[in-house]
C-alpha cells in the first residue's frame, strides 16, 4: 500500500501530542538555552564592555550637579574596531548556544517517536551536537541564499526608478523569497537527521521538496493564521484583569503570562516539527522508507519489523565541519568589519551633516543679500 500524505488536521494533532509528552524537556531545554546566552552576555559585560559602563555614568562636579554623558565618545567607543570584535564574539558564541538549541528541538520529536516516552535532553543534546557545526553551515548557506536573492531584486528596483514597476519588483521578490524559504525549509531536519555535507544537505532538501512546494506553504500559512490566533487567546486572561482590576487582575495576569510561554513554545515546537513531519512524509513517499516507531501518524505509512535505535547517533564529519562553519564565520565577520571600516564613523557623519547645514544657511543668506532691496 503506498503511504499517503497527511492532511493539515493529522499533522497538526501529531504535532501537538509530541509536544504535550515533551513539554517538561521542552521547557528544561528553554531554560538551559536561555540561561547558557545570559551566562555569556554577563561575562562579555564583565570582561569587555567596562569602557562603556564607564562612559554612561554620569559624572559629579564641584557644583554638585552631574555632568552629561558624553555621547560623542560613547559612539566612537561603540564603533571602535575593539568593541565591534567583542560584539560580533558575543554573537558568534551566543548564536552557535541558539544554534545548537534549535538542533536539540529538531531531535527530541524524533527519539519521542522511537522510544514513544518522553525524550531525554542529555540524549538530544548529545546528538545534536555531532551534527552542529554543518547545521550551522546549511543555516547560515540558506540565509545567505535568501539575503542575495532579496538584495538583488532591491538594487534592480532601485536601479529602474520607477515607481509602479518597482512595486511589482518588490512583490515578486517576497515571492521569490518565500518560495525559496519553503524549498529549503527540509533543510535543517536533514542536516541534523543525515550525515551530509551543507552543499550536499541543500541538494538533498531541493530535491524533496519537488512536488511538495504547494502543500508546505499552504500547511505552514494555516499554522501561521493559527499561531496568530493562538498567541492573541493567550492574553485573554490579561484583558479580563485590567477591566475588573485588584487582586484578580493580578492573578489573571499570572496565567495569561503562563499561557502566553507555553502558547509561544509550543508554537516554536510546532512550527519546527512540522519541517521534520515533512521530512518524514517525503521519505515515507518517495524513498518509500519505513519507520520503526510504535505507531505512525497514518495508518497508511508502513512499518519496519526492525525497531530504530534512539541511541544510534548519525556521524558527524569531525574536525572538517567545525573548520567549514569557522570559516564562514569569519568571512562573514570580516566583511561586517570592513564595512565598518569603510563606511564612514557616526562622527564624521555628524560633521558632514553640520558643515553641510551650515553650507545651506550661509548660502540662503547670501540669496537673501542679493534679493534684498537697496534703500
Partial sequence: MKAEPLSFNRRLL??????????????????????????????????????LMVLLMPVSTSAGMDSPVDAMAMV??????????????????????????????????????????????????????????????????????????????????????????????????????????????????IAVLEGHDP??????????????????LGHYFLLGLMMVVALLLGWLPLWLGAMVGGVVAAALGFVSLVLWLVIYLGAIFVGLFFAVSFYYEVRAIKGHWKAGWGDVPDESWPLSDIPDDVEATIRGRGLRSWLEFSALSIILMGLMYLSSQLLPSPSSM????????MGSISSSNTMGMMHRPLN
Avoid: C
Avoid at 509530541?18 to 564583565?46: D, E, K, M, P, Q
Avoid at 529602474?160 to 535543517?188: E, H, P, Y
Avoid at 555628524?350 to 547645514?357: E, G, K, L, P, Y
Fill in 350 to 357: 555628524s560633521m558632514m551633516n553640520h558643515s553641510s547645514q
Fill in 199 to 216: 552543499l550536499g544537505t541543500l541538494a538533498r532538501t531541493w530535491h524533496l521538496a519537488q512536488g511538495m512546494r504547494w502543500r508546505m
Fill in 14 to 51: 501529531w504535532s501537538l501530542e509530541l509536544f504535550w509528552r515533551n513539554l517538561l524537556s521542552l521547557i528544561g531545554l528553554s531554560l538551559l538555552a536561555v540561561g547558557s546566552v545570559l551566562a555569556v552576555i554577563s561575562l562579555s559585560v564583565a570582561l569587555g564592555f567596562s569602557e
Fill in 76 to 189: 566612537e567607543t561603540i564603533f571602535s574596531p575593539m568593541m565591534l570584535i567583542g560584539l560580533l564574539l558575543v554573537l558568534l558564541i551566543s548564536g552557535i548556544l541558539m544554534f545548537w538549541y534549535q538542533a536539540a528541538l529538531y531531535q527530541i520529536p524524533v527519539d519521542s517517536l522511537i522510544t514513544g516516552e518522553r525524550a531525554r535532553i542529555r540524549t538530544a543534546l548529545k546528538k545534536s551536537f555531532i551534527r552542529l557545526p554543518d547545521f550551522m553551515t546549511t543555516t547560515g548557506l540558506v540565509m545567505i541564499i535568501v539575503l542575495i536573492a532579496q538584495v538583488a531584486t532591491g538594487l534592480f528596483a532601485a536601479a529602474i526608478g520607477d515607481s509602479t514597476l518597482g512595486i511589482l519588483l518588490g512583490i515578486i521578490s517576497v515571492v521569490l523569497i518565500i518560495w525559496l524559504t519553503i524549498s529549503f525549509i527540509m533543510a535543517g531536519p
